[in-house]
């Protein structure tokens, strides 16, 4: 007899499993969903029980930036949350946010690699990519050289995101933490014009190139070249400087820089700042936490235009000649078509233009090295599963190899180049690796074994049909943040999100639903006729294997959904 199987959490903190784990056969949408692969779960149990050292140690497993995701990352984890539909979803980056603010450092378990290997790792690039795979790669042992364009370390989220989302210390201290590892950098040094390339090659054993999408794309209108880069201008604010603005600044572009520029420039004085995009308001690049912002701050926002030229008068900027668009799409080659409204033509005033279109990469530090392979959209083409490249000893991660993308997407990309590069080093397939944990007093450890990937089968994402027992749960909303009000806001850079107190994140952790993994409630035991199921020390086991019916009644009855049967061949004929 087949008795049920009990998806059950994880015991340690753990930064890579197969992709079905033994004692996780489900999961959770959250989970599933995160492109950085935090363990989502693990970190709100433990936040619920009061237990946030633990949570932090948990979150750094996977990669080194809670502080950072639990500001500024798009939160793709709580679209799909299956809270959602029985009242209001978890807010899952605030309490990743929680375990970095409110954790104890003093008790915290630092992470401890392995042994000393030998082998030298170069990373070109400190963004979240290049940092995410320098931390794991010293923790895998190897020596780690960072080599950075700009006089600092942190990449976009350093330069390109404003203090007022995201304080430069709580970057600052987590790039900190990494370096603590015994990581050497080189600031202000740009590969391919300070450094040939191929003496990279030649003085280490490995390399990544994480160089991110710094090349801003300009928008080719006729006086064009009178417009401003937005990057620039968060460059010079990151730095200290004032930008010298009009009074009425516009900015052609409908993503997250647009409004982080928008937001900047109120608090610069009182400048009436305006965004104008091609989308129409439900289709804005930028996610609706940053469009509410803006608009709470009184950026004026205009959907759907094109945009024909900058108009001048002697030199003076007077705004940007636009037409409304009735729709638009990419053709098969991804060349924009728009059809704009005859007869539309119009006029946004301004004295001031920002151009926040896009940024793609820049390759120049690749220039002296033949032999990579590039995709249409002119990132790096590297083998899927391992992240390598078509150059020997060379991999890639981040936006070289997505473009434009998110803070998670990079971490997750940065910790898979990072395990794909030591199983090059040491001779081993990623394929042979079982688990990447730490045990209880923060040391690595490493199981292998040969996949046979014929019977691997995924894990199974838990839906809300699965999940909802009515009688268990009660409604209760979300805790909502603290927040400043654009009154207080607009005076400063002060950090306008405040976070969750202790008991505020707890009563939010406390809400979720644990979908797909054990919450050790004892009701499957409670339902089970014949006590198959008892409750042990570790949550629910099967007492008596031989004597389950698979009446299903323990199925049906889990609040998480976390249960699963392999039923006996003689039942399915």
Known sequence: MMPPKFSKERTHPTSFEMSRPIDQTKTSPCEAACPAGHDIQRTIYLIKNNRFEEALENVRAKHPF?????????????????????DQGISIRALERAAFDLADRKK?????????????????????????????????GHEVTIF??????????????????????VV???????LKLGIKTRTNVRIGTDIPFQEIRDQYDVCLVATGAWKERHLDIPGSEQAIQALSILSQVAKGETPMMGDKVLIVGGGGVAFDVATTIRRLGETEVHVACLEPRDKMVASQDDIEHGEEEGVIIHNSKTFKRIVAEQGQIKGVECMDVGSFQFDQAGNLQVNPVPGSDHILPADTIIFAIGEEPDFGVLQDVTGFKFSERGTLQVEEKTLSTSVEGVFAAGDAITGPSSVAEAIGKGRLAAIAMDCYLSGKRIEDIRRIYFDSKGNMKIDEYAIDEKKEKPQQVVGYDEILNPDYYEKEDQVKMCRLSPAESLTSFEEVNKGYTEEEAVREASRCFRCGHCAECGTCAEICPLDVIAMGDEGPVVAYPKECWHCGGCRINCPCGCISYEFPLSMLL
């Open 172 to 178: 600052d201290e987590e790039v900190g933490e990494i």
């Open 108 to 140: 915290i378990n630092s992470p401890k690699g392995r042994e000393k290997t030998g082998k030298k790792v170069a990373i070109i690039g400190s963004g979240p990519a290049g940092m995410t795979c320098a931390y794991f790669s010293a923790l895998f």
């Open 148 to 169: 950075e364009a700009l006089p600092f370390l942190g990449g976009m989220p350093r330069i390109g995101i404003p203090d007022h989302r995201l304080p430069k210390d």
């Open 66 to 86: 809670p502080g950072v995701c639990g500001r500024a990352c798009f939160h793709p984890c709580e679209t799909p949350c299956n809270r959602q539909f029985y």
